[in-house]
C-alpha cells in the first residue's frame, strides 16, 4: 500500500495563477483532510471531508476550495494565489472520526512570489 | 485555536526517559487524547491515543490523569530518532486540532 500520497511534491505560483494539489489515499478511509504548516507553527485544518461528496470547513479555509469526487481522491484548489498561502501543504485520511489515527501524506511545498 | 498547552521545547540525553506534558484544560468527556510527532522534513506520524486508561504502545506510553487535564507521553528510551515535534490534541466528533507542539531535542 501506498499510504496517502501528494501530488506535487514542489511548485512555485506566481501571485494571481490557481493550481489543484491532489491528495490520493489507497487504505478506504471516509475521512480526509488538508492541513497547511507554516514556519515554526504547528499544523491548521484547512477543509475535510467526512465522506465522499461531502466537505467542511476548518480553521483557516479562507482562500481555498476542494472537492471529494472519489473516496480515494481529496483535491485543495487556489483559485487564485496570494503569497500568504506560502506554506507546506498535509493531507490526511483516517477510517473514521477523531477515534481514529491519522495518516498523513509527505507534503506540498507550495511558494507563491 | 489550538485547545491543547504544550511546553515549546524540551532536551533529553539519549537512552534516558522523556516524560512530554500537555494540557487539556477545556476537554469533554468523551474527546480522546491523541499523540503524534513530526520528524524533520516529514508528515506526522500517530503516536499514541487514549481516553481515560493508560495505554502502551510499541512507541510510547501515555498516562492520562484522573482529571483528564493533563496527560503525559513517555518515551521509555529516548533515541536520537526520537528527536521531533511532539503534539498533543483532542477529538471526538471533530477533526484534530494541533498546538504547536514541542520540540524535544536528544542530545548523544
Not at chain 2, 494541533?98 to 548523544?108: D, E, N, P, Q, Y
Amino acid at each position: 500500500n501506498a499510504g496517502v500520497t501528494q501530488t506535487p511534491k514542489f511548485r512555485v505560483l506566481k501571485t494571481g495563477q490557481s493550481m489543484t494539489l491532489l491528495c490520493a489515499q489507497d487504505m478506504n478511509h471516509e475521512y480526509m483532510y488538508w492541513y497547511r504548516q507554516d514556519p515554526g507553527m504547528g499544523l491548521r485544518l484547512i477543509h475535510y471531508s467526512v465522506g465522499e461528496g461531502t466537505t467542511a470547513k476548518g480553521e483557516v479555509p479562507d482562500g481555498y476550495n476542494v472537492s471529494r469526487l472519489k473516496k480515494q481522491n481529496f483535491l485543495l484548489g487556489l483559485e487564485s494565489a496570494a503569497p500568504s498561502q506560502t506554506s507546506v501543504y498535509f493531507c490526511a485520511s483516517s477510517y473514521s472520526g477523531g477515534l481514529y489515527e491519522q495518516y498523513f501524506g509527505p507534503g506540498t511545498r507550495l511558494t507563491v512570489t | 485555536d489550538a485547545k491543547t498547552t504544550q511546553p515549546n521545547s524540551m532536551e533529553s540525553n539519549e537512552e534516558e526517559p522523556v516524560h512530554l506534558p500537555c494540557n487539556h484544560s477545556t476537554i469533554s468527556g468523551t474527546d480522546y487524547i491523541h499523540w503524534y510527532r513530526q520528524l524533520p522534513s516529514q508528515g506526522p506520524e500517530y503516536v499514541i491515543h487514549g481516553l481515560t486508561s493508560n495505554v502502551n504502545n510499541r512507541m510510547a506510553s501515555l498516562a492520562i490523569a484522573e482529571d483528564r487535564k493533563s496527560s503525559t507521553l513517555i518515551l521509555h528510551r529516548a533515541t536520537l530518532r526520537d528527536a521531533a515535534v511532539y503534539y498533543c490534541s483532542e477529538s471526538g466528533n471533530t477533526p484534530l486540532v494541533f498546538g504547536k507542539g514541542t520540540r524535544l531535542s536528544v542530545i548523544a
